[in-house]
Nanobody
Framework: VQLQASGGGAVQAGGSLRLSCVAS????????MAWFRQAPGKEREFVAA????????YYQDSVKGRFTISRDNAKNTLYLQMTSVNPEDTAVYYC???????????????????WGQGTLVTVSS
């Protein structure tokens, strides 16, 4: 499976941005997909995840109510709609995919088998 993330860019605080991640290859093996991010000087952290088959979603507390993760199975594409962004959202955003049929802790990095290259989001105040 290959993952290609896009949609990053510069946005002002309070604005919106939509990230996309296109999966190719053996996409039938994917059960979960997620977004992680890494801010400058910080460790990578979980943002949101979605069960690729059933659609259940999971969010980090700081993005609940502001970010929405979704998927288009027909297009093999994962999305992250970001609204009301603030400078603390500045980071490189990575998409990830997992083959496991069940993940107990979707926020953990270890279950994810495939990673995209990342797309940079910069939020100015």
């Amino acid at each position: 499976v290959q993952l290609q993330a896009s949609g990053g860019g510069a946005v002002q605080a309070g604005g919106s941005l939509r990230l996309s991640c296109v999966a190719s290859g053996r996409t039938y093996s994917i059960y979960y997909m997620a977004w992680f991010r890494q801010a400058p000087g910080k460790e990578r952290e979980f943002v949101a995840a979605i069960n690729w088959r059933g659609g259940s979603t999971y969010y980090q507390d700081s993005v609940k109510g502001r970010f929405t993760i979704s998927r288009d199975n027909a297009k093999n594409t994962l999305y992250l709609q970001m609204t009301s962004v603030n400078p603390e959202d500045t980071a490189v955003y990575y998409c990830a995919a997992a083959r496991a049929a069940y993940i107990q802790i979707p926020a953990s990095e270890s279950p994810y088998d495939y990673w995209g290259q990342g797309t940079l989001v910069t939020v100015s105040s």
